[in-house]
């Protein structure tokens, strides 16, 4: 009986520690390497035609810095303009998928040049 109180405490508890690795594990789509959630046919339609994925996927920005991403590729580079229903749904998608890290496991180290 004792043994059987144990194995359950363990259970539990290995239980309480695998779990976060479940609910943050994330499915890629195989063709581009995006991840799969919602607005991914809509960016995987719209931002993979004149580049590869990657370009998404190398890169961390906030809500605001993708926005002027968007704009400098609309200005510069020929990106059509999207109806704000897509535009809001692409920029939910990549400021959700593709947001800065927040934690970092040790600070960055103090290099002192001499
Ligand atoms: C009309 C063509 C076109 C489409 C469509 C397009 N891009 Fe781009 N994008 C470019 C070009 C050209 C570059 C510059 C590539 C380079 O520097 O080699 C670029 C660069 C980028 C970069 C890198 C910017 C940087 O600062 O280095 C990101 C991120 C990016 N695109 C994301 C997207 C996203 C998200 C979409 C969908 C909303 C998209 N692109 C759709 C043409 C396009």
């Given at each position: ?25 994330v ?22 035609i ?65």
């Amino acid at each position: 009986m004792r043994i059987t109180g144990i194995l359950i405490v363990f259970i539990i508890m290995l239980t309480l520690v695998l779990m976060p690795g479940y609910a943050s594990a994330v499915k890629l789509d195989k063709e581009t390497g995006l991840v799969i959630g919602k607005g991914f046919d809509t960016v995987k339609s719209n931002c993979t035609i004149c580049h590869s994925a990657m370009m998404i996927t190398q890169n961390r920005m906030d809500r605001n810095r993708w926005l002027e991403t968007i704009r400098w590729m609309q200005k510069n580079q020929g990106l059509r303009t999207f109806k704000p229903d897509t535009e809001k749904e692409i920029l939910d998608y990549l400021s959700t998928n593709y947001a800065p890290e927040k934690a970092y496991r040790r600070p960055p180290l103090k290099v002192e040049w001499e």
